[in-house]
């Protein structure tokens, strides 16, 4: 893989899906931290079935502390480990109150700080509430980092670190969404959609599927 091919990888994305965002529903930072929190192990979909009713309500960190501990754990009970998410989406709610002002923090550091937030929850906060240039690497972009050489690492980190050293600058922002739907929808963990895959012809994979 060289600097030529990863850009029009992502020239093809771009051209196809000009402004891609998360599948999570949300309205502010906060809610959208809540989701990805929630989003661990478990998919965007059940998240978003069990955060419709939730959020048409709770719009900030005091609302869902009015909410209450029990009455959010069943809002949620759908969705794996929810005893330990509601506990820790409760806790974080406090923290907020008492030091943000009910606002989401700005930088990694204090976003990892909050109960249930890991360094891929930070960057996707950074990346698609606040507009930074992180790359949250989730399975889905691990193996598409490395199935198609984009930026082969052996741990999760690693491939953050390439990503970032290897995406042209100009695709940064975005280049989370894309990874991520891509291998969602189109290079799939089994048997991924060669034959519908729009950079077939850039990807370094040997077992193309017919």
Not at 27 to 40: C, D, G, K, M, W
Not at 82 to 92: G, Q
Not at 157 to 168: A, D, G, W
Request: with cysteine.
């Amino acid at each position: 893989m060289n600097k030529q091919k990863r850009a029009e990888i992502f020239a093809r994305f771009q051209a196809a899906n000009p402004n891609p965002t998360t599948e999570l529903e949300y309205e502010n930072p906060f809610q959208l931290l809540i989701a990805v929190i929630l989003s661990a192990q478990a998919t965007d979909k059940s998240v978003n079935i069990a955060t419709r009713p939730i959020f048409a309500t709770c719009k900030t960190a005091q609302d869902i502390l009015d909410m209450g501990l029990e009455k959010f754990t069943e809002a949620i009970r759908r969705i794996g480990l929810y005893k330990t998410k509601a506990s820790n989406v409760l806790k974080t709610c406090e923290i907020l109150v008492q030091q943000y002002h009910g606002e989401v923090p700005h930088t990694r550091e204090q976003l990892e700080a909050l109960p249930g937030v890991g360094r891929k929850t930070a960057n996707v906060i950074l990346n698609t509430a606040f507009g930074q240039l992180t790359m949250a690497v989730d399975t889905h972009i691990f193996r598409v980092s490395n199935r198609t050489g984009i930026a082969p690492g052996k741990t999760v980190l690693e491939v953050e670190k390439q990503l970032l050293k290897f995406v042209p600058k100009e695709y940064l922002l975005n280049a989370h969404h894309w990874l991520i739907l891509h291998g969602r929808y189109i290079c799939l963990a089994r048997k991924p959609k060669c034959p519908n895959c729009s950079i077939n012809d850039l990807c370094d994979y040997k077992q193309k599927t017919v």
